[in-house]
């Protein structure tokens, strides 16, 4: 099996990646400098609304972003054995990428319906994708053997009546179990690194409550290192070691999920936070809300790109200059003028 | 007390299951199964359920977008005469549709895209009679300034707009000719969290500017406690719970709305959640279980669960469940939404 990382080592460095789209209408510039690390056997919540480019990180690291789209600068290191690998270099269709995608780092997507082929069985996509990584290990399991590995992975994810959901379409399976057949094809190949692209959002909240349960009990026994993205702070809260707040491409803060919950430092996270309805807010009564609205991502404003709506904008610095992520501490930080040493505006 | 302005009485909604190459009928989905409740004038009551429960199959046949298989939905009309729409024809409908209107949760495809905002809102006033574009004009402006949308904005097409400003101009199109009850069918679902926050406080606000009373249909328990006045729970196509906001949040009195609770993941990382999560998945509507249709998933299910459906019964004023045991579980501590 793969060898004990040292637990100090972080197992994925994200250093600064930058991801453009260029259209016709302009250039989106959907990741937009973005650094976070990923430690072995730790969950890493990345939370954002729509177009934070959450997802279009989680598809840079696995070198799925599609053309026009390209990785424009930055570090994607991902820890195999000793060395570091930079995954931005590695052709994305060539050997080295397709032997670590699914094996070494496996993907649960948002929308199980779509991610299996609806033409074959459930069954027999993860046979394959079992028999097709052994190959490239160079071992060799034959289908007999997979079907029984399969078998083993249903019950792990607590698929009742395995053998015959092996045999099912898709199609056949619920929402619930569909998910959970997913998840068993994740973790098929015993991932390092398991990215979970807004799992449960698809899901009732009683399932939800089921998979995040599962997902929970999986990570601990797998030890796997995961990378949850959700727009749900609920989710995160329940989920998440550490936590990345995105917006519109940037990191507005990072940190352990008790200091994001209860010392959020970016006034991001703060009116986030205070926008949900929960049980501290009073009932029918106004909520306080973030003023304005998402900009479109042809019209990204200068310098912070959420001064426009943040209540502490500070008019010399915010509108003008780009909030570099300043480290407060170990694993802690934020990109705000109003917690970095301010220079004199020029 | 207010009277009620709808009253909903044994609504049935079967849907045939085709089998075959002669279509023979099979069987039945039983969507929405002997539902009764009562919407009182002002109020906001919120349907809450899981996915396939029949809180949106209950909310189309109230708007008679389909028509019940059995039951009543009476409606008091402004001079007070009740009339069940129910077995209306489309044609006498035509003019309740003024008083009717419905809130959709997709912002994306319930406009449509070759209409400028001007056609989408105003559509309704032509259709009831308003021939002078002049008014119409007005009456948008009026409109989208309500929902907090520039009237300038009235000759654009919808792609130039974000999700939240679409969804403000689908409310603008239900309020439009005056509406005095509004079926939202999950208003907020689709918006971001920030926006969100935004539509919510607008439905807030205009229900009191314009007195109107508020069919929520939802799955958000969080949404639906900051909204409603009332809560119904939907489980397999029936009611469940029914109580006020507060004393269902309080002391759920069903075992399904107290697990519905707990199910929501709550944003603080100190609320410990995996406890009493709920077992199993919801049963099919078209072959539901014996008995209480939540005894198979229900952790005080006893045997007189499987045998006998309870019935909806009032347990302390105003309150009700549909649990043979509703008076005696002790609920209380289960929700932290």
Redesign the interface.
């Given at each position: 099996m793969h060898p004990t990382p040292t637990a100090t080592d972080p197992l994925l460095r994200v250093r600064d990646l930058r991801v453009s789209f260029p259209l016709d209408e302009g250039t989106v510039r959907a990741v937009d400098g973005v650094s976070f690390d990923v430690f072995p056997g730790q969950v890493v919540g990345i939370v954002g609304e729509s177009g934070c480019g959450k997802s279009v990180t989680m598809r840079a690291i696995l070198q799925l972003i599609d053309p026009p789209g390209r990785v424009t600068s930055g570090e994607i290191l991902y820890r195999q054995g000793t060395e570091p690998i930079d995954l931005v270099r590695l052709p994305p269709r060539g050997r080295e990428m397709r032997a670590l995608r699914g094996a070494e780092i496996a993907l649960i997507p948002q929308e199980p319906m779509a991610a299996f082929s609806p033409v074959h069985t459930v069954g027999a996509q993860i046979i394959e994708a079992i028999m097709l990584h052994a190959r490239q290990d160079g071992r060799k399991i034959g289908r007999e053997q997979a079907r029984a590995m399969t078998l083993d992975l249903f019950r792990d994810v607590g698929i009742s009546m395995a053998a015959q959901r092996i045999d099912a379409y898709s199609w056949q399976l619920s929402g619930g179990l569909r998910q959970r057949a997913m998840i068993a094809m994740a973790l098929s190949c015993k991932p390092r690194l398991l990215i979970a692209d807004e799992p449960t959002t698809a899901i009732d909240v009683t399932t939800q409550a089921q998979i995040l349960a599962l997902l929970r009990e999986l990570q601990h026994k797998y030890q796997m290192a995961v990378i949850f993205i959700t727009h749900d702070l609920g989710v995160i809260a329940r989920m998440a070691n550490y936590v990345v707040v995105m917006y519109l491409g940037r990191v507005m803060e990072e940190g352990p999920v008790d200091d994001i919950f209860h010392a959020p430092l970016h006034p991001y996270t703060r009116a986030l936070l205070r926008s949900i309805p929960s049980l501290k807010t009073e009932t029918r009564t106004a909520l306080p809300v973030i003023a304005g609205t998402l900009p479109h991502p042809f019209n990204r404003p200068p310098g912070c790109p959420f001064h426009p709506r943040c209540e502490d904008m500070l008019p010399k610095h915010c509108a003008t200059a780009v909030p570099a992520l300043h480290e407060l501490g170990p694993r802690r930080s934020v990109s705000c003028f109003l917690h970095s040493d301010l220079a004199e505006p020029a | 007390m207010t009277a009620p302005l709808l009253e909903v009485r044994g609504l049935r909604k079967f849907f045939p299951i085709a089998k075959g190459l002669l279509h023979r009928v099979s069987g039945h989905v039983r969507a929405v199964d002997d539902v009764s409740f009562v919407v009182r004038e002002g109020e906001a009551l919120g349907l809450v359920g899981?996915?396939g429960c029949g809180k949106t199959t209950t909310a189309r046949c109230i708007l008679r977008a389909i028509r019940p298989t059995a039951g009543e939905v009476l409606y008091r009309m402004r001079d007070d005469r009740v009339v069940d729409l129910a077995p209306m024809s489309e044609a006498d409908l035509v003019p309740l549709r003024e008083d009717i209107q419905m809130i959709f949760q997709d912002p994306f495809g319930s406009l449509n895209p070759r209409m400028t905002l001007f056609d989408n809102v105003g559509e309704p006033l032509l259709v009831h009679g308003m021939s002078s574009r002049r008014a119409r004009l007005d009456r948008v402006a009026e409109m989208l300034g309500l929902v907090g949308l520039r009237p300038e904005f009235m000759h654009r097409y919808p792609h130039a707009f974000?999700?939240?400003?679409r969804q403000r101009i689908g409310i603008a199109r239900a309020l439009v000719t005056g509406p005095r009850l509004v079926v939202a069918d999950e208003p907020v679902s689709a918006l971001?969290?920030?926006?969100?926050?935004?539509v919510?406080?607008l439905l807030?606000?205009l229900q009191s500017r314009l007195r109107l009373t508020f069919l929520f249909v939802a799955?958000d328990?969080?949404?639906v406690?900051?909204?409603c006045?009332r809560v119904a729970v939907m489980y397999v196509g029936q009611l469940v719970e029914l109580a006020t906001?507060e004393a269902i949040f309080r002391r759920p009195r069903h075992p399904y709305t107290a697990?519905?609770m707990?199910?929501?993941?709550?944003?603080?990382?100190?609320?410990a959640?995996?406890d009493g999560?709920?077992?199993g998945?919801?049963p099919s509507p078209a072959s539901p279980p014996s008995g209480c249709y939540f005894h198979p998933r229900c952790v005080f299910a006893e045997e007189r669960c499987r045998r006998e459906a309870p019935a909806l019964r009032e347990v302390t004023q105003g309150h009700f469940a549909l649990c043979h045991f509703a008076a005696e579980l002790d609920l209380a501590c289960a929700s932290?939404?």
């Open positions: - | 899981e996915s974000s999700g939240g400003q971001d969290v920030s926006v969100q926050a935004q919510l406080n807030l606000e799955h328990l969080s949404v406690r900051h909204i006045d906001t697990a519905l707990r199910a929501v993941p709550v944003p603080d990382p100190r609320v959640g995996d999560i709920l077992p998945e919801v932290h939404v």
